[in-house]
């Protein structure tokens, strides 16, 4: 099982949350550890392949320093199956009753997905105040997020779906946005190529985004 302790708060780990889709479980462990390399110490892997699992479990031994994330979660079941790969951490599209009290019986940090009003607060009615923003451009990208911030102000975001070096810091300017979630670090013609140091390179450029995005 990983060392590295689950996350009080995921948004906090780092300004861009990987969100990778691993095609090979033989990449799966040199990312990790090119993207610790170039200071973002979180992913998400997603349940989207047959080898998302077994990347997950190959992760979790072999770099314990990374905080390790399963995402596109979207049954108890698949809360189960990710936990016990060595999730330390979950990502929904949506927010269902059923996938908070999974995550909670379970005991780990779930980051679920909203797109309108209603459902951040169907969401804060489950106690739940960390939010997934999906997707994110196609439902009102940060001038919807930006017009939340007063009649949701417990509420914080991670845009994920449409979001780039373009416009991530238009978002992590925004004082309820804690990170946004990206695949472009890990780019699948770079993993197909085993091009890791690329990886390193883009990981680093999204450390320096907290810098260009201060929240207002």
């Known amino acids: 099982m990983p060392a590295a302790s689950p996350p009080v708060s995921v948004l906090d780990l780092s300004p861009v949350l990987p969100v990778v889709v691993v ?3 033989t990449t799966a462990v040199p990312l990790a550890r090119a993207l610790l390399a170039g200071g973002v110490g979180v992913v998400e892997l997603t349940l989207r392949t047959p080898a998302a699992l077994d990347a997950v479990r190959a992760v979790a031994v072999e770099v314990p320093e990374i905080v390790l ?3 596109t979660c979207t049954s108890a079941d698949d809360v189960a199956r990710a936990v016990d790969a060595g999730a330390q951490f979950l ?10 009290q999974a995550a909670r019986d379970r005991d780990v940090p779930l980051l679920p997905g909203v797109a309108t009003v209603s459902e951040a607060l169907a969401a804060l009615e489950l106690g739940v105040h960390d939010l997934k923003f999906f997707p994110a451009q196609q439902s009102g990208g940060a001038p919807f997020l930006a017009a939340l911030r007063t009649v949701l102000p417990q509420v914080r975001f991670c845009p994920t779906g449409g979001v780039s070096p373009a416009n991530a810091g238009e978002y992590l300017a925004l004082s309820n946005v804690g990170c946004v979630g990206g695949s472009w670090l890990t780019p699948a013609d770079a993993l197909a190529a085993g091009d890791f140091a690329r990886v390193e390179e883009l990981a680093r450029a999204a450390v320096a985004l907290r ?3 201060s929240p207002t």
């Open 23 to 25: 095609e090979d479980v």
């Open 69 to 71: 994330g399963v995402g």
């Open 91 to 100: 990502v929904s599209p949506g927010t269902t009753r059923s996938i908070v």
């Open 211 to 213: 810098v260009a995005g």
